[in-house]
């Protein structure tokens, strides 16, 4: 039998924990490594989790990105700081669903083209903005409002999903971003609005009508209250996109997105986008007049 190809994955979290059952046939993982120093020293299916230094010292020239969040900023690191070659760096099995995405939006924008200019757009869970560049060059006219801690995950989220056992994710995850990393991405700074804080607290006093929103929060209770949120925002043609629906390790999302649309009995309906792991709710506009007025 041919023998395996050692590989290092980088990224120890939820996209590691999916990837290895997919890749191990293929591959021998022989380390994770992640720039989170509260993963160094755990295991993950039995394999070691490293700082992202030892690299140096593995003997293995092959590595596996397990995660989009941050994709190009680990690149950039392997690369810059590592020496690593770029041909050596696998991205294959998270190009494909961000791809898959990426052409979503840009039909969606274009079927959207014709709405109100007035109707804006939004992304609450931004990390360092890859999706949320997208957006914004697809939809380059409408103002595009980004909700983030900028610090990660809030305590009372996680003590909720805790209490749940929705996930394994801890508080200040995602917290290696900022607000000039995002803005650095755009093509079109001046139409984005930022909101630092917990959302939706952060979007208490925001007046706008949207026709695209990506809810990417990883957790429930924000997922939850953001479709609320937006719900009586929306307009008629608007769609909500939410990301995670099908991850097998960050549940909340689909208790949210399922508890919200089945109180509301068939107002709504979800489709699959086929990249595997989000969900579209679609039905805004002229089935809420009709509760709301
Ligand atoms: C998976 S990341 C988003 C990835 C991003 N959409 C992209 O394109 O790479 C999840 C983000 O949700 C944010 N987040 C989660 N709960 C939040 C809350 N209650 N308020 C504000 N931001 C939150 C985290 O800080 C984190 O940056």
């Not at 989170?36 to 590595?63: A, H, Q």
């Not at 929103?213 to 429930?220: C, E, M, P, T, Y």
């Not at 043609?237 to 909340?252: R, S």
Request: charged share 25%; with cysteine.
């Amino acid at each position: 039998m041919k023998k395996k190809e050692d590989v290092i994955c980088f990224g120890a979290g939820g996209g590691g924990e999916r990837l290895f059952n997919t890749i191990s046939d293929k591959y021998n993982i022989i380390a994770f490594v992640d720039n989170d120093c509260r993963k160094w020293g755990t295991f993950l299916n039995n394999v070691p989790v490293l700082p992202v230094s030892d690299i140096k010292s593995l003997v293995c020239e092959t590595i596996i990105l397990t995660s989009a969040p941050g994709r190009d900023s680990i690149i950039k690191q392997l690369v810059e700081d590592y020496d690593i070659l770029r041909g050596k760096i696998i991205t294959d099995y998270i190009d494909e669903p961000l791809e898959t995405r990426r052409i979503f939006l840009r039909n969606l924008s274009l079927i959207q083209a014709d709405l109100n200019p007035i109707y804006q757009v939004a992304e609450a869970g931004v990390f360092q903005g890859d999706f949320a560049a997208c957006i914004n060059m697809y939809y380059p006219e409408r103002m595009l409002h980004l909700f983030d801690t900028f610090n990660g995950f809030t305590e009372a989220d996680i003590a909720y999903e805790k209490e749940k056992a929705y996930s394994n994710a801890r508080e200040g995850d995602y917290a290696n971003t900022s607000i000039s990393t995002v803005l650095g991405k755009m093509s079109n700074p001046n139409n984005v609005i930022i909101h630092k804080g917990i959302f939706p607290d952060s979007a208490r006093d925001i007046d706008a009508t949207f026709c695209f929103v990506n809810l990417d929060l990883d957790l429930f209770m924000p997922t939850y209250l953001g479709l609320c949120f937006f719900e009586k925002r929306m307009a008629e043609g608007g769609v909500i996109l939410i990301h995670d629906y099908f991850a097998d390790n960050f549940k909340g999302p689909k208790e949210a997105v399922d508890r919200f649309v089945s109180e509301r009995r068939g107002i709504y309906d979800c489709v699959p986008i086929g990249d595997g792991i989000s969900i579209l709710i679609i039905g805004f506009g002229k089935a809420l007049r009709g509760i709301y007025e």
